[in-house]
């Protein structure tokens, strides 16, 4: 089991668990909005302001994990882009994480640029508590 903790207000990042919980037909995966209005009561060992900047995964045992170590094991439970798994060799890592920091630092404006949206929709109706 992988609870994450994801930026629900970003569209690609929405996307990604909209299309990760359609594959999850074991339930191996729990999201969660760390923007939902409840969260910091379920979650108060997660700090809102770190998970906004990065993706935060924690682990059945309670172990925390972070950035892509997060997607990459996300995406082999529900058993898809096992290519994802190169991203955490040694060499290969270090320059993924990289990548994924600039994403995730400014995955708003990628967000924005690619779907023409920089909020989710939800946000752009006020239906979210910024």
Same mark, same amino acid.
């Given at each position: 089991? $992988?609870?994450?903790? %994801?930026? !629900?207000? +970003?569209p690609l +990042?929405?996307a990604?668990m =909209?299309?990760?919980?359609?594959? @999850?037909t074991?339930?191996?995966? =729990?999201?969660e @909005? *760390?923007h939902?209005k409840n969260f910091? #009561?379920?979650?108060? %060992?997660? @700090?809102?302001? #770190?998970?906004?900047?990065l993706?935060?995964g =924690?682990l059945?045992?309670g172990? *925390?994990i972070k950035g $892509?170590?997060v997607? &990459? $094991? /996300?995406w082999?439970l529900?058993g898809?882009?096992?290519?994802?798994?190169?991203?955490?060799?040694?060499? *290969?890592?270090?320059? /993924?994480?990289? !990548? %994924?920091?600039?994403? /995730?630092?400014?995955?708003? =404006? *990628?967000?924005?640029f690619?779907? !023409?949206k920089?909020? &989710? #929709?939800? &946000?752009?109706k006020d239906r979210?508590? $910024?």
């Amino acid at each position: 089991m $992988l609870t994450i903790f %994801y930026d !629900g207000h +970003c569209p690609l +990042c929405a996307a990604e668990m =909209q299309t990760l919980q359609s594959l @999850d037909t074991q339930k191996k995966l =729990q999201l969660e @909005d *760390i923007h939902a209005k409840n969260f910091s #009561e379920r979650f108060p %060992y997660i @700090d809102k302001v #770190e998970a906004d900047r990065l993706l935060h995964g =924690q682990l059945a045992n309670g172990k *925390i994990i972070k950035g $892509l170590d997060v997607t &990459c $094991l /996300a995406w082999k439970l529900v058993g898809k882009h096992k290519w994802m798994q190169t991203l955490r060799w040694p060499v *290969i890592r270090f320059f /993924a994480d990289m !990548g %994924y920091k600039f994403f /995730a630092r400014y995955r708003h =404006q *990628i967000s924005s640029f690619v779907t !023409g949206k920089p909020r &989710c #929709e939800s &946000c752009l109706k006020d239906r979210c508590d $910024l």
